[in-house]
């Protein structure tokens, strides 16, 4: 199993309600990429409701393989949302990681 867990924190330039906006966007855009790509096991964009976090955004995911990650990777709906999620966030991290 792999775990593909990427962080970001939404642009200074929106206003909180358009934060709020982009940051269901992304979750909506992000959660529905899961439905069409084989082998992700799970997928979820977790929203930061709590002062003690430092990041705006999480998708936590796991996949079968590798391979089941490079496809979601490449996949057309998942370059798509890349797109928007670029266009409202900055300062992205990411690892992943595989699990036996």
């Not at 990041?55 to 998942?78: M, N």
């Amino acid at each position: 199993m792999v775990h593909h867990i990427v962080l970001w924190n939404l642009n200074e330039t929106l206003t909180e309600t358009e934060k709020r906006e982009a940051a269901f966007t992304i979750k909506e855009k992000l959660e529905a990429v899961a439905e069409t790509v084989s082998g992700v096991i799970s997928l979820k964009v977790v929203i930061n409701e709590m002062d003690s976090s430092n990041r705006d955004i999480a998708l936590i995911s796991s996949f079968v393989d590798k391979a089941s990650l490079e496809a979601y990777q490449v996949s057309p709906a998942h370059v798509e949302a890349g797109k928007y999620v670029r266009s409202v966030t900055c300062n992205r991290s990411c690892i992943d990681y595989e699990e036996s």
